[in-house]
Each structure stands twice: as structure tokens, then as C-alpha cells.
């Protein structure tokens, strides 16, 4: 495995980082790529970026070229997520639709469809990925949302949670039971709602940040035509897996840099209110090297995905380490302001609040951990 870019992917990394340097607007924090997207008090400024950063080709990197993207390999976006972290500029307000909507309307879509994939480039659309309800979160298979054929159109009914966005969505990717009576995987299929239709009620949540970025969505006989399907009915649990698989396969680059500008923050910290404390900087230290770790671990990633594998355990080891790696640092963080916390800038605060949820999101940690007992270590099956 060869760690250095080759000379192609430095020069595209030279271009990135003079073009960052040259465009990045300085007054859009709240979509850094260090903490996660926060409230916006208006969107216009995030649309305007994300359309730039489209018109740029920086969005869609790996998309092939006949759909808008830039048509270049993983590396290239990892490249991206690199850059854009060290600088903490700030992302795409349409990382969802970006890095999994997309992907799978280009392997399952109509040409209909495929008409959407223009407006997930330039931002000019935000999607929102409608998994998870009260009664299926890691357990997926558990989704009761209706979808109830009535003539040209599939009449909806339920209620999904944790719909990060869809306050300021216009579409969602909704995974549905189609089939009445049907169980677990089979029976579910994928659809394209617009959320503007009648009898969709978004309810934001708040965070503990104090931040409303998820939702509850409810879908009251909700009429979306036959058309919006994508893929075949009856296979929404393949569709749902592929969606997931293109979240982790550049995840962890995303991840691990921004804890690594998390961490050149920290490491700076230091020296601002006089750090001397020996225990305190030996988790220091220890962060450090975890972070190279986790670096190593995602380019080995990237060599197995270049070499045709699918993503596999090696993204479920970088989440779950990652986590728990961003809610020691942001604790750290509070432990080295020592009293000075007590006014401690609200970002650093947001940061720790924040970073509860990252044993949750994108996979429990106790899922990732079934996974890796499973599929690395050979265990036998916990259920
Ligand atoms: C910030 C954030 C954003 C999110 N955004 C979205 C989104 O945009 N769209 C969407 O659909 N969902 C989203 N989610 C939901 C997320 O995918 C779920 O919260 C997650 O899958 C866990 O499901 P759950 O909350 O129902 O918890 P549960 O699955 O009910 O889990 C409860 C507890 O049981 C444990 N547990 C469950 N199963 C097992 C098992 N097999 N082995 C061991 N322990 C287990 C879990 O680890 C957890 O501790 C988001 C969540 C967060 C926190």
C-alpha cells in the first residue's frame, strides 16, 4: 500500500487547497467541517456555497462525468474531505443527497428520476434520508411505514424519526412496507416523496446542543405516484443497502479529518492557557497517535475499495474508534480550560454536546461492535 499521493492526485490536491484558499467564505460556521451542520438562520448563504462549490466540481467527485461528476476515483474525494477539514471550510449543505441519495438514484433510477441528480449537485434541492421510526432504528427490517397501492399512486401512512434536515428538505428517500403483512426485509421498497405534498408533517426535534437539525416526519395518506419508486417494489431493503454502503465509503475520511483539525485545535490550546499538567498531556498524546492510527486504517480502506471490495468492516472499526476518539478529545478540551471552561466559547461547548451523538448516528456503537465481532474476529452470531 503506498501512502504518498500519486502525481496526479497531488497536483489535484494543490488545486483543492488553492481553491479553498481563494473561495471559502469566512462567515459560514455553522456548516464547518469540524462540528457537525448547525441551525442556519438562513440557508441562502449554505445554497450559494454549495452551488459554487458544484460549479467548481467539487461536488459529486467520484459521480461519473455523464451525470455531472467529476468521474474521478475515491482518493480524489477523500483528497477533497481532507483538504476542506484542515481548512475547516465549510461542506455542502446537501451531504446527504451528495453522498448517499445520489449514488443510489444513479444505480437504480429512471431517467426521470436521474433529473433530480442535476439539482443534488448545485444544492438547488436538499434531501433527507427517511430510515429510522420508533420502532426501527438499528433494526431496520423493523419499518412499519404503509405504502398502499390505490390506481397510479402508492398512498402513505406513518411516522419516521431522527430525519436529520428535513426542516429544509424538499425531498426524501422513504423506505416504505409495500406488501401488507409482509415481515423483516421482505416487502419493503424505496420511494421519492416530495415533501411538499399534502399530509407530510415535519416536526423538528432539539438536540441537546440546543439545535434543531433532525426530525420527526409524519405521512397522513400522503399520495406520491407509482413513478417515484426507485428500484423494484418488493426490494427496498437492497436499495436501503446500497444507500448505507455508499455513507461509509468515504465516511471515514470526512470523520477523521475533521477530528484531526479538532485535534491541531487542542494540540494549540496547550499553549494558549499554559497546559503543564503531565496526565493531561499524555491523553494528549495518546489522541495523537490514535489519530494516525485511524489516518493508516482509512487509507487501507481506500486501497481495498480501489482494489473492487465492497465496503466492509474497516468502516465500522473507523466510525466506532472515531467516536469515541471525538468524545474524548471534546472532553479533554473542557478538562485542559480547567475553570476557564466556565466561559468557554460556545463552540467548544456545542462540540461536546455534540459529540454524544456519535455513538448513535450511522450505527450504534454496539451494532458496530456486533459487526466486528462477527465479520473480524469470527464470533458466532450474538442473535
Ligand atoms: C444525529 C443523528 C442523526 C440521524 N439522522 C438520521 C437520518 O437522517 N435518517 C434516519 O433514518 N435516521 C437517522 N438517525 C437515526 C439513527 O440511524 C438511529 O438512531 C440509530 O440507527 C439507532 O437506532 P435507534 O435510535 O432506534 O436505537 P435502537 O436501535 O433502539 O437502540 C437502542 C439501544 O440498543 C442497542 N442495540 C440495538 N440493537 C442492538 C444489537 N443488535 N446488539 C447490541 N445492542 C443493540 C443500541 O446500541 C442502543 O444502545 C440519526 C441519529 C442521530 C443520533
Not at 460556521?29 to 448547525?38: C, G, N, Q, Y
Not at 445554497?47 to 462525468?65: C, F, H, N, Q, V
Not at 438536540?207 to 400522503?222: I, R
Not at 494549540?268 to 499554559?274: F, N, Q, S, T, W
Amino acid at each position: 500500500m503506498d501512502l504518498d499521493d500519486t502525481p496526479d492526485e497531488a497536483s489535484f490536491r494543490a488545486e483543492v487547497r488553492g481553491w479553498l484558499a481563494a473561495h471559502k467564505p469566512h462567515d459560514l460556521t455553522e456548516l464547518s467541517s469540524v462540528a457537525a451542520i448547525r441551525d442556519l438562520p438562513d440557508v441562502a448563504p449554505a445554497l450559494e456555497w454549495s452551488a459554487k462549490l458544484a460549479e467548481a466540481g467539487y461536488a459529486g467527485i467520484t459521480w461519473p462525468a455523464e451525470h455531472g461528476g467529476r468521474g474521478a476515483p475515491l482518493s480524489y474525494q477523500a483528497i477533497f474531505l481532507e483538504e476542506a477539514a484542515a481548512m475547516d471550510a465549510p461542506v455542502h449543505l446537501g451531504g446527504i443527497g451528495l453522498n448517499m441519495i445520489g449514488p443510489t438514484i444513479i444505480e437504480y433510477g429512471t431517467p426521470e428520476q436521474k433529473q433530480h441528480l442535476a439539482h443534488i449537485l448545485d444544492g438547488s434541492e436538499i434531501w433527507c434520508q427517511g430510515f429510522s421510526e420508533p420502532g426501527a432504528g438499528s433494526d431496520l427490517a423493523g419499518v412499519r411505514t404503509r405504502a398502499t397501492l390505490d390506481g397510479d399512486h402508492y398512498v402513505i401512512n406513518g411516522q419516521k424519526v431522527w430525519s436529520s434536515f428535513a426542516h429544509i428538505a424538499q425531498w426524501c428517500m422513504l423506505l416504505v412496507r409495500s406488501e401488507a403483512g409482509s415481515e423483516r426485509h421482505r416487502g419493503l421498497t424505496m420511494i421519492l416523496v416530495d415533501l411538499d405534498l399534502p399530509g407530510v408533517e415535519i416536526r423538528p426535534i432539539r438536540e441537546l446542543t440546543g439545535d434543531a437539525v433532525f426530525n420527526e416526519v409524519f405521512y397522513n395518506d400522503v399520495r406520491v405516484p407509482v413513478s417515484h419508486v426507485l428500484g423494484a417494489v418488493g426490494d427496498g431493503w437492497n436499495v436501503a443497502m446500497t444507500t448505507l454502503g455508499h455513507e461509509r465509503a468515504t465516511l471515514g475520511f470526512s470523520l477523521v479529518g475533521s477530528l484531526e483539525a479538532l485535534l491541531r485545535r487542542a494540540v494549540a490550546l496547550v499553549a494558549e492557557v499554559g497546559v503543564s499538567d503531565p496526565l493531561l498531556l499524555d491523553r494528549l498524546a495518546a489522541e495523537v497517535v490514535e489519530v494516525e492510527a485511524l489516518k493508516l486504517t482509512n487509507r487501507r480502506f481506500l486501497a481495498t475499495l480501489e482494489d473492487g471490495a465492497v465496503p466492509g468492516a474497516e468502516g465500522s472499526a473507523i466510525k466506532l474508534r472515531w467516536s469515541l476518539a471525538n468524545q474524548r478529545l471534546t472532553s479533554l478540551i473542557f478538562d485542559m480550560l480547567g475553570p476557564a471552561a466556565v466561559a468557554a466559547p460556545e463552540e467548544w461547548r456545542y462540540q461536546r454536546f455534540r459529540s454524544r451523538a456519535n455513538t448513535i448516528e450511522a450505527g450504534t456503537n454496539e451494532v458496530l461492535r456486533g459487526i466486528l465481532a462477527e465479520r473480524v474476529l469470527g464470533l458466532p452470531r450474538s442473535r
